[in-house]
């Protein structure tokens, strides 16, 4: 069974730039979670695709969008990023969006 | 959004001692998880729960679903250096599909 992949593990950007980061679900499952970690803090919700549609998001404005493709994969994009975007972003896949969420080991963004 | 009180926010324990940390919310939650983070990597789902009153083992690790569906519990029995880490709660209620998380109790286990 292949767990949750994501890609790139680092990545420095400077203010005002896109970055798109990308996570491979854990085989089975079919819908996937983006979260926002801080540090020191726990994760935050970004949004969830389910069936290629944002199926319920968090409190993040519009320049944070997503995609998830047929074969479940998915990918996170933050335009004209901000300093306080530096953080930790977390992928999580499950089935049907309920119960377990199977977290990959993050993307590490830092904004300068 | 969903405010989580995960306490203690930190602990410093001998090795062998047993371990005790909760999670409360504003909000009756119908799931609750306990997940493990070592630094730079991504959490480790260690229990699920899904029912008020459920207790759940994983090895030396026992987690509780509150009665009053606003809080959980999580117990470590015998504590080894390999537990040290921060340990999340993560609770969703039945109105949507976000799981939201408490700040972490960061665990040091003194050999």
């Known amino acids: 069974e292949t767990g949750v992949t994501q890609s790139p593990t680092h990545l420095i950007k400077t203010r005002g730039q896109q970055v798109t980061l990308r996570c491979s679900s854990q085989s089975g499952h079919n819908t996937v979670s983006w979260y926002q970690q801080a540090l020191g803090q726990g994760p935050q919700f970004i949004f969830q695709?389910?069936?290629?549609?944002?199926?319920g998001r968090g409190n993040f404005p519009p320049r944070f969008s997503g995609l998830q493709f047929p074969n479940y994969s998915s990918e996170l994009n933050v335009n004209a990023l901000e300093l306080d975007d530096s953080a930790l972003y977390l992928c999580?896949?499950?089935?049907?969006?309920?119960?377990?969420?199977?977290f990959g080991e993050g993307s590490r963004l830092t904004v300068l | 959004g969903q405010q989580l009180n995960q306490s203690p926010q930190s602990m410093f324990i001998q090795e062998g001692e047993d371990v005790s940390m909760n999670c409360t919310s504003s909000s009756i939650f119908n799931t609750w998880l306990w997940y493990k983070q070592e630094p730079g990597e991504g959490p480790v789902l260690l229990i699920a729960?899904?029912?008020?009153?459920e207790l759940t083992s994983n090895g030396r690790l026992t987690a509780q679903f509150g009665i009053t569906r606003k809080d959980s519990f999580l117990n470590i029995s015998a504590s080894i250096p390999s537990d040290v880490g921060i340990y999340f709660c993560a609770g969703q209620t039945n109105t949507g599909n976000q799981f939201y998380f408490g700040t972490g109790t960061s665990l040091t286990v003194i050999p």
């Open positions: 695709y389910y069936r290629e549609e944002e199926n």
């Open positions: 999580a896949s499950s089935s049907d969006g309920l119960g377990e969420l199977f």
């Open positions: 729960l899904y029912k008020a009153g």
